[in-house]
């Protein structure tokens, strides 16, 4: 029986590390698509390709990756006991601040299919970093577990 549950333990984990890499190349790419999409919004035709871009994105990797993601992580969280530890805690609240860059990112790409840009040029190419710095702070929590 345990060997069973390990081997779906070791199943669900590179499940998840998957899907991590999937939501990751997709938090990368959709704020560069924004930035090129703001820089094109004088352009309709251009912007219009911009907005089915990132439609697509979200739509077919983006989201259904954060969603497997999130629920991968649960399973193993409860199957390895890890939520009463303080390094889960952490990982915890840096995964909820990159689901919530995720929801902000939506959010951006929304606003500027409307045609409203409300950030610089230059900070959305910062903030197009935010998911790098989250992803090295999740990554040093799970494999050093300070």
């Known amino acids: 029986m345990w060997e069973r549950l390990l081997v779906a333990y070791d199943w669900i984990k590179a499940a998840h590390l998957i899907f991590v890499i999937f939501w990751m190349a997709g938090l990368f ?3 560069r698509y924004l930035v090129y999409h ?4 004088a352009d309709a035709a251009d912007a219009a390709r911009w907005v089915e871009r990132e439609g697509k994105l979200r739509r077919i990797i983006l989201t259904p990756a ?4 999130l629920v991968l992580g649960a399973v193993l969280a409860t199957m390895s006991g890890a ?6 805690h952490g990982k915890l609240l840096f995964v909820l601040l990159l689901t919530g860059y995720h929801g902000w990112a939506v959010g ?3 606003k500027l299919a409307a045609g409203r840009a409300t950030v610089s040029n230059k900070t959305l190419r910062l903030l197009n970093e935010v998911p790098a710095l989250l992803i090295a702070l999740i990554v040093v ?6």
Do not use: D, H, I
């Not at 703001?38 to 919004?41: A, F």
């Open 29 to 31: 790419a959709l704020p």
């Open 141 to 146: 929590l799970v494999v050093v577990k300070p």
């Open 83 to 88: 939520w009463s530890q303080g390094w889960m």
């Open 66 to 69: 954060m969603v497997v993601v």
């Open 108 to 110: 951006y790409a929304r």
């Open 38 to 41: 703001q820089e094109n919004l």
